[in-house]
C-alpha cells in the first residue's frame, strides 16, 4: 500500500497507492486496489534499505546503463509502449513555479515524494531516473525493492533509492524524499520512516496530489505516492505504467535492456522518460537543446500539446 506523508503536528490520512492512468488500467485489469489505515508515525531518520536495513550502492555497470540509454533508444521508442500502456505528466497552468535558489542561481525543481516499500514507486523511479540522466549526473544511487509483506501488490519490484543520492545538473535542481523504508516497523505496524518533507515540500504535495489537480480520482484518492511536480508545469501522481511490467526481472536484466529498443520493457520506461523530459524541457527552457529537439522529446512534446 502505499501511505501519504505526515509532518510532526498533523498525520494526514493514509491513502491508497494509485498508478497513473487509473481507467486505462481498470479497462485491462491491471489495477490493485489497496486501502490504508489512519496511523500516527514517530518523526524519525534512518539509513536505506533492500529489506535489511542496510544500504546497498548500485554497481557502476548498472548505473550508467540507466543514467546513460543511447540517444537512439530514446528515438527509436519515442512515446510508442503497445504492451504497457504510459499515462503522460498532467500539465498545470497558471501556477508559481517551484524553484531552487543555488550558488549557480535560482533554477527550476523536480521534486520527488515516495517511499522505498511502495511498487509504484519503484515503477517510476526506473524511467525518472533514465530522464533525469540526460539533464545531470547522478552519485550514490542504491538498489532497493519494494516491500514483500504479505497483501502489498507488485511484491519485491526491483528499483533504486534516492535516500544517499546526489545529483548535479546546470539546468535545474532534483530533491527526493523517501518517507518510508520497505522495513516494517512494529511499533506503528506500518514501515519505518526514513526522511520528511520540508514544509515547502509537503505544502506542494497536499496542494496538488489531488482531484481538484489530478482528473478523473475522487478525493479519497487523494495524497497518493509516487508524487512528481516538475516546477509545477507538470505533475506526475502514480506510477506512468504497471510495476507488473517488471515482473520476474532483475535490476540487472532492466539495465542491461535499456538499449534494445525493441523489449517492451525498454518501451514503457523509455516512452515514460520522453514524456518527462518533454516536460522538464518546459522548465529548462529547452536547455540542453540536443535533448529537447530530439526525436523522442518532439514526439512527446506533439502528443501533450507542448510548442
Do not use: H
Amino acid at each position: 500500500m502505499a501511505k501519504t506523508p505526515t509532518s510532526k503536528k498533523t498525520p494526514t490520512k493514509g491513502s491508497s497507492g494509485r498508478p497513473a492512468g487509473l481507467f486505462t488500467w481498470i479497462a485491462i485489469a491491471l489495477v490493485v486496489v489497496v486501502v490504508a489505515t489512519l496511523v500516527i508515525i514517530k518523526v524519525t531518520s534512518g539509513n536505506s534499505s533492500n529489506g535489511t536495513g542496510v544500504f546497498q550502492p548500485t554497481d557502476a555497470a548498472t548505473a550508467a546503463q540507466v543514467t546513460g540509454v543511447p540517444a537512439a533508444t530514446f528515438d527509436n521508442v519515442a512515446i510508442n509502449s503497445p504492451v504497457a500502456p504510459i499515462s503522460p505528466p498532467i500539465p498545470l497552468k497558471g501556477q508559481p513555479s517551484f524553484t531552487t535558489t543555488t550558488s549557480a542561481g535560482t533554477l527550476p525543481t523536480v521534486f520527488y515524494l515516495g517511499a522505498e516499500y511502495c511498487p509504484y514507486c519503484a515503477a517510476e523511479r526506473w524511467p525518472l531516473i533514465v530522464a533525469l540522466g540526460r539533464f545531470g549526473t547522478f552519485s550514490n544511487l542504491g538498489d532497493m525493492e519494494s516491500s514483500t509483506q504479505p497483501g502489498e501488490p507488485y511484491p519485491g519490484t526491483p528499483t533504486f533509492t534516492f535516500v544517499k543520492s546526489t545529483y548535479t545538473s546546470k539546468y535545474l535542481v532534483f530533491r527526493s524524499i523517501e518517507q518510508y523504508t520497505n522495513v516494517p516497523d512494529a511499533s506503528t505496524n506500518f514501515y519505518t520512516t526514513l526522511q520528511n518533507p520540508s514544509k515547502e515540500e509537503l505544502a506542494n504535495f497536499k496542494k496538488y496530489d489531488t482531484s481538484k489537480w489530478i482528473p478523473n480520482i475522487t478525493s479519497n484518492q487523494n495524497y497518493s505516492i509516487p508524487y512528481l511536480t516538475i516546477d509545477n508545469k507538470y505533475i506526475v501522481s502514480g506510477s506512468s505504467y504497471t510495476p507488473a511490467t517488471l515482473a520476474s526481472l532483475t535490476r540487472s536484466q532492466i539495465a542491461q535492456g535499456l538499449s534494445d529498443p525493441t523489449s517492451p520493457v525498454t518501451d514503457a520506461i523509455v516512452a515514460t522518460a520522453n514524456y518527462l523530459s518533454a516536460a522538464i524541457c518546459v522548465a529548462t527552457k529547452d536547455q540542453p537543446t540536443n535533448v529537447c529537439t530530439s526525436t523522442g522529446v518532439m514526439a512527446a512534446k506533439k502528443a501533450m500539446g507542448i510548442k
